[in-house]
């Protein structure tokens, strides 16, 4: 089961530049554009509304299948930005097994602002953030 | 004795005065109807700008609101194009300002600064320059400019005059008036919030009050089908050594037809609250 090997990786990249945050709802600054973590677990709630979406994950830890998996929060757009990229109010549930690629806070907690989602069937839903290299 | 039209009975020499009333209650709908026709021909004079817009940087935004490296390129231009000429009075005034915005950020930077209202829709001009559709209804008395971040702007375009300043107060908009030169909207803007907001880093803003005589002129016009542009000038002679000068792009947008709004905050479920003017992440 995916959700059994489930993988929570720090990711730095050097030499690449991540898109910026755009003027929007709020600052952005809490989030470290520079790096990424990829979450493989299960969604345990998708938070369509304004001023924006949340996914909320839980992540298994995947060298202890005993431990209680880890909640993640993942900030997303407004729902029309994300419906104008192909996202639907449906196009989560609960139970989905999904793969997600954020930039975390800076403050350590759980939470991060989103970069792209692998779907249950493996596709990425919507567009994710394109990448300079 | 005739009845009239609320039933009293009236004397003959009231006829004349009440078959008056008639003719003119018959020429009425002839006259709306006349006024009708005018009214289709002065729309026809107008521009087509239906459709939804958006700011050319967002083009390509990811799903997290990252901006794709072109719109990255962009807002860094503009954000160096919207910096006004301050004169030396109101350059120490920036200075002071962006020092103390510079300082609070480095304080603590895992809660950014508030340096504007989430949840409310920017001001102008910012109003122009925001995430989120855009859709004008053009009118021949009025051109209304509508964003799904919550801003409504009316034009006036009857030929009206601003009101005379005891009747002006700011307001997030202020007061528009405009006049077309051809397919271009000219817009004059008076009585807005007396302040600017000039664009940093990231969406920090250092705000910096002006005078009383802070003024607006645009000038629009759709370049082609897919393409709109505003020419944006910023005068204040008090605060400013010369006015600013801004070119804001918009392009069409292809991939909705449907407006909904999109900064509608309930505080009591709002994850990226303003505490003690920072945001803040809940995280659950």
Redesign the interface.
């Given at each position: 089961m995916r959700a059994k090997i489930a993988l929570a990786s720090l990711v730095f990249f050097a030499g690449i530049?991540?898109?910026?945050?755009?003027?929007?709802?709020?600052?952005?600054?809490?989030f470290d554009?520079t790096k990424q973590v990829t979450l493989v677990g299960t969604v345990k709630e998708f938070d369509w509304?304004?001023?924006?979406c949340?996914i909320?994950v839980l992540v298994p830890d995947p060298n202890n299948s005993q431990a209680a998996p880890v909640?993640w929060?993942v900030?997303?757009?407004?729902?029309?930005?994300?419906?104008?990229?192909g996202?639907r109010p449906g196009s989560l549930k609960a139970g989905d097994e999904i793969t997600v690629v954020?930039?975390p806070?800076?403050?350590g907690?759980?939470?991060g602002?989103?970069?792209?989602?692998t779907g249950p069937d493996g596709k990425i839903i919507?567009?994710?953030?394109?990448?300079?290299k | 004795m005739i009845p009239d039209f609320t039933g009293r009975i009236v004397g003959r020499r009231a006829l004349p005065a009440i078959v008056m009333a008639l003719i003119a209650g018959c020429l009425c709908p002839a006259r709306a109807q006349t006024s009708s026709r005018e009214r289709i021909k002065a729309f026809a004079k107008l521009p087509d700008w239906s459709g939804f817009w958006e700011w050319d940087v967002l083009v390509g935004q990811a799903d997290g609101q990252q901006l794709s490296p072109e719109g990255l390129g962009k807002v860094q231009a503009y954000t160096a194009a919207v910096h006004p000429a301050f004169n030396a009075a109101w350059q120490a005034k920036y200075d002071q300002a962006k020092k103390a915005l510079d300082v609070a950020v480095a304080a603590a930077p895992d809660q950014p600064p508030a340096t504007y209202q989430p949840c409310v829709a920017p001001p102008f001009f910012l109003a122009t320059a925001q995430p989120g559709i855009y859709e004008w209804r053009v009118t021949p008395e009025e051109t209304t400019l509508i964003s799904t971040m919550g801003s409504v702007r009316h034009i006036y375009t009857d030929g009206r005059a601003h009101p005379p300043k005891d009747e002006l107060w700011p307001t997030n908009m202020g007061d528009s008036v405009g006049h077309w030169e051809g397919d271009t909207l000219v817009v004059d803007t008076v009585a807005t919030k007396p302040e600017i907001r000039v664009p940093e880093r990231d969406i920090f803003f250092t705000v910096i009050p002006m005078s009383d005589q802070l003024h607006f002129v645009e000038r629009i016009r759709m370049v082609n089908r897919n393409e709109m542009q505003i020419q944006f000038t910023t005068e204040d002679p008090i605060a400013l050594a010369k006015p600013m000068n801004v070119t804001l792009t918009w392009v069409r947008v292809t991939n909705t037809n449907r407006m909904t709004e999109e900064n509608d905050c309930d505080p009591a479920t709002d994850r990226n609250p303003v505490v003690n003017g920072r945001f803040t992440t809940v995280v659950r």
């Open positions: 530049v991540l898109a910026i945050p755009a003027f929007a709802h709020h600052s952005h600054a809490m554009s509304d304004n001023p924006h949340w909320q909640e929060g900030e997303m757009d407004s729902p029309l930005a994300l419906y104008r990229r996202w954020i930039n806070l800076r403050d907690r759980t939470s602002q989103l970069v792209s989602v919507g567009h994710p953030a394109e990448v300079t | -």
